[in-house]
């Protein structure tokens, strides 16, 4: 079982700028994905970006430029962040973290809404 506990969002202004943070904790496998999708009211839920164990990083296009996802590993915890720049209203969504290895696990959720 792995465990994920979300931060970060909130609202912010068309152009500025936010961190949201994820920690997966437990019985982490070797080989994992862990990233963000993000889901609008009426949408499905979409991939935001994510990276892997070996550290390859994969953006959707819509924030390539703009989001940037890290990540750094303390002994069985792996700490996620996604620091979002420049944003726009259009990336107004509840932001999921999603973690896998061999099951898949979803965070609760956060809310970011960029509005003036």
């Known amino acids: 079982q792995v465990q994920l506990v979300e931060s970060g969002g909130g609202l912010v202004q068309p152009g500025g700028s936010l961190t949201l943070s994820c920690t997966a904790s437990?019985?982490?496998?070797?080989?994992?994905?862990m990233g963000w999708y993000r889901r609008t009211p009426g949408q499905r839920r979409e991939l935001v970006a994510h990276i892997t164990s070996g550290g390859s990083i994969m953006y959707a296009d819509s924030v390539k430029g703009r989001f940037t996802i890290s990540r750094d590993i303390v002994n069985n915890t792996v700490n996620q962040q996604l620091q979002m720049n420049s944003l726009k209203p259009e990336d107004t969504a509840v932001y999921y973290c999603n973690f896998w290895d061999q099951s898949l696990y979803w965070g609760q959720g956060t809310q970011v809404t960029v509005s003036s």
């Open positions: 437990g019985n982490i496998f070797e080989n994992y994905i």
